[in-house]
């Protein structure tokens, strides 16, 4: 049971562009949301984070939007540089499930020069 | 102020052997969650502890496996009778309350021989 989902196993743009990565679960619970970015043989490191109250929450070139209606959250990065090229997860947590983090797969962003 | 630290980084064991493997959480964190990441797949997990107390272990599988936190040192999951289902990196991530920052650590790669 897949609770949250990232459909894109991969995503290619070019340097400067905008990265837009996406998210969707099933669980209505969940009440906060939550974007790790992967190395390769490192542990995931924060990004950025919402709410559920808010719709949407910026962080310098990174943005997450939470659209509830159609439990689905995009992290937006512009503009894209080769140093974001890493695995993205997004992950969810709620009532229901406590503190633990539910994750999705994860998305290899690329960002060619 | 030094992040979460897991060792060893790597860990190779035969098929019937023990498993440890250990977290330090940051500094001024109670809180320590351990998640596991198979091949292909996002992170999922696992156990989470305060100190000397295991709060949630819904994710973890119902034999072989175990954790603990105790008053003093370092987090250890302890899997026994490795088999070679149980490769894959395990991360340890840390927070100073029971909310929704969790701070990863490096991870441990598992191999099982």
């Known amino acids: 049971d897949q609770q949250v989902k990232q459909n894109s196993p991969s995503l290619s743009v070019q340097e400067g562009r905008i990265s837009i990565l996406n998210c969707d679960y099933t669980?209505?619970?969940?009440?906060?949301f939550l974007w790790y970015k992967k190395y390769p043989a490192e542990g995931p490191t924060f990004l950025i984070s919402?709410?559920?109250?808010?719709d949407k929450n910026e962080d310098g070139r990174f943005t997450v939007f939470l659209n509830k209606s159609a439990k689905h959250l995009s992290l937006h990065i512009v503009p894209s540089q080769p140093g974001d090229s890493a695995v993205y997860f997004c992950?969810?947590?709620?009532?229901?499930?406590?503190?633990?983090?539910?994750f999705g797969e994860g998305t290899q962003l690329t960002v060619n020069p | 102020n030094a992040g979460v630290m897991q060792n060893p980084r790597h860990l190779v064991r035969r098929r019937g052997q023990e498993a440890r493997l250990r977290c330090s959480p940051m500094?001024?964190?109670?809180?320590v969650y351990w998640y596991r990441q198979l091949p292909e797949e996002g992170l999922k997990f696992m156990v989470y502890?305060?100190?000397?107390?295991?709060?949630?272990e819904s994710g973890m599988p119902k034999e072989r496996f175990s954790a603990e936190f105790p008053k003093e040192g370092p987090s250890i999951l302890r899997i026994q009778q490795v088999v070679r289902g149980d490769s894959a990196a395990y991360f340890c991530?840390?927070?100073?309350?029971?909310?929704?920052?969790?701070?990863f650590g490096p991870g441990t790669r598992l191999t099982v021989t």
């Open positions: 991530a840390s927070s100073p309350w029971s909310g929704k920052g969790q701070y």
């Open positions: 669980n209505s619970m969940f009440d906060y």
């Open positions: 919402i709410s559920s109250i808010k």
């Open positions: 992950a969810a947590s709620g009532e229901t499930s406590g503190s633990r983090l539910t």
């Open positions: 500094k001024g964190h109670s809180h």
């Open positions: 502890l305060q100190k000397e107390n295991i709060i949630d």
